[in-house]
């Protein structure tokens, strides 16, 4: 089954406890994106990456980190979370023929 | 900047009504636009894309059509049903390269049974 899978799916964790969200896709996707969920503010897209060891920042990169160095997999890194960060975070991934986004089930995030 | 707007913000109707939901956006320079359903604690599902050579897409009950030059998109769905209820979110694409969807806050629909 195509698919955009996350883990964890919840996570709880405590401020400067470095943590990692992992994002994988079996569809041989190019571009890979995540964004951030807040109520009241939608989605907005934190990194995205337009290939292999391709990344650049969205609208809102500030606390966070990723990398790119397979092409199905593009994990989001916090180095040291805030309460900030506090979020339900999504992973896609673009089929490019069709610029249509597919995402993951989301992770929600909670920093104490 | 783009920006998509959604109203209302929630909407409930009677089950079997015809109802249709609003998007719009500011920048007509879209490359595409996507509805999507959120339930509650839930990804998101991607219902509807629409090109931006396009005029409307169906699929099933769902019907989505875009407008470019006044910025709006509708979602229309037949004869709804319980199980439609979910939050829906509409996205524009706007600069194809960073791959960035414009969300609206979404509109929150209950089908009362």
């Known amino acids: 089954e195509a698919q955009v899978t996350q883990n964890p799916r919840y996570l709880i964790t405590v401020t400067g406890k470095k943590l990692t969200v992992t994002c994988s896709q079996n569809?041989?996707?190019?571009?890979m994106s995540w964004y951030r969920q807040d109520p009241g503010l939608g989605l907005r897209q934190i990194y995205y990456s337009m290939n292999v060891e391709v990344t650049d920042k969205g609208d809102v990169p500030e606390g966070y980190k990723v990398s790119r160095k397979e092409k199905r997999n593009f994990p989001l890194i916090l180095e040291s979370p805030s309460p900030n960060q506090t979020s339900l975070y999504f992973c896609?991934?673009?089929?490019?023929?069709?610029?249509?986004?597919?995402f993951g089930p989301g992770t929600r995030l909670t920093v104490l | 900047k783009q920006e998509v707007t959604q109203i209302p913000a929630a909407l409930s109707v009677p089950e079997g009504e015809n109802l249709v939901l609003n998007c719009s956006f500011t920048?007509?320079?879209?490359?595409?636009l996507q509805w999507f359903r959120q339930d509650p604690g839930k990804g998101l599902t991607s219902l509807l894309l629409?090109?931006?050579?396009?005029r409307e897409q169906t699929s099933g009950r769902l019907n989505a059509s875009l407008d470019k030059s006044s910025g709006r998109s509708t979602l229309y769905i037949a004869a709804s049903q319980p199980g439609d209820s979910a939050t829906y979110l509409c996205a524009a694409l706007s600069n194809f390269g960073n791959e960035k969807l414009t969300f609206g806050t979404g509109t929150r629909l209950t089908i009362i049974p």
């Open positions: 896609a991934s673009t089929y490019l023929r069709t610029n249509e986004q597919f």
């Open positions: 569809m041989n996707h190019e571009y």
């Open positions: 629409i090109q931006s050579s396009q």
């Open positions: 920048d007509s320079a879209i490359y595409n």
